[in-house]
């Protein structure tokens, strides 16, 4: 119980930075209430207090602005950004390392019983407003854009957005690998932009990230073959990149990227 707090709070300050210290997080934050509230109340449900456990769920949800059903299945390391108007149904199944804005439903499609609400997988984000409804299946590492309704499978890895939900980024392809490594070692953020969006800069940052993986492709097979002549010159290191320089130009394109498309970035909080 105790190592399953400490993982639940240091999931706050790895996905929180407002978060200042353990003291804060522990008598501040309501997404962390609501989630000690769950484990005690899905104890008790498990054990056949289920009126008990209801009692409980129904005093967190007036003191946090949070509905977990006890009945629910919650993973480790699950994480409720600020949390007002959250709902989660009792059917309802969260993985390991998720993460839930304010104002996300996890509900149901139909009155019959069994399971009739979502099944997230590891890892998924569901942004602020988003609704999840039915007994579908979130595929691991997968992202729901704020305000989206999604009612339909989603694989793992994707990005979906809009009323009706729909894909616009799928993941796990070699050219997102690609750019996922040039991303890295420039020290840009590139999340959110696929070329299925209506987003000139985001395509043409794409452009620009395959055009230098090729440069260093090329470069790369020239230094091999200056090494095999016995020229030394391409083993100096080349000079460190300052992140710092890039971190304008991130914002800057997220920005633009979440007002082109009408939908805010799912993994960004709202002005703290």
């Known amino acids: 119980m105790i190592r399953q707090l400490r993982e639940d709070i240091a999931s706050v300050f790895e996905r929180d930075p407002a978060a200042r210290n353990t003291f804060e997080v522990i008598t501040t934050y309501p997404g962390l ?12 449900w498990r054990k056949g207090f289920k009126w008990l456990a209801r009692m409980l769920s129904t005093f967190s949800r007036w003191m946090t602005g949070i509905e977990i059903h006890p009945g629910a299945t919650i993973g480790r390391r699950f994480f409720i950004d600020h949390g007002m108007g959250v709902v989660i149904g009792e059917t309802a199944e969260i993985g390991d390392d998720c993460t839930l804005y304010h104002g996300v439903t996890l509900g149901g499609t139909t009155w019959n019983k069994g399971k009739r609400h979502p099944t997230l997988e590891n890892g998924v984000v569901v ?8 007994p579908i299946n979130v595929g691991e590492n997968a992202r729901i854009g704020s305000n989206a309704v999604v009612t339909k499978e989603v694989p793992a890895g994707a990005t979906v957005v809009g009323i009706p939900g729909r894909i616009v980024r799928k993941a796990n392809s070699a050219e997102d690998e690609q750019r996922r490594k040039i991303a890295e070692k420039i020290g840009f953020d590139a999340y959110g932009m696929a070329d299925e969006m209506p987003d000139p800069i985001a395509r043409s940052i794409h452009n620009l990230m395959d055009h230098m993986h090729a440069v260093d492709r090329k470069i790369d097979t020239m230094c091999k073959a200056l090494h095999d002549m016995g020229d030394r010159t391409c083993s100096e290191a080349l ?9 304008s130009l991130s914002e800057a394109v997220s920005e633009h990227a979440a007002d082109s498309d009408g939908q805010a970035e799912v993994s960004s909080p709202e002005s703290r």
């Open 127 to 134: 942004g602020a407003g988003a609704k999840v409804l039915g």
């Open 239 to 247: 000079p460190q990149l300052e992140q710092e320089t890039f971190v």
């Open 33 to 44: 209430h609501a989630l000690l509230h769950y484990r005690l109340a899905n104890w008790l």
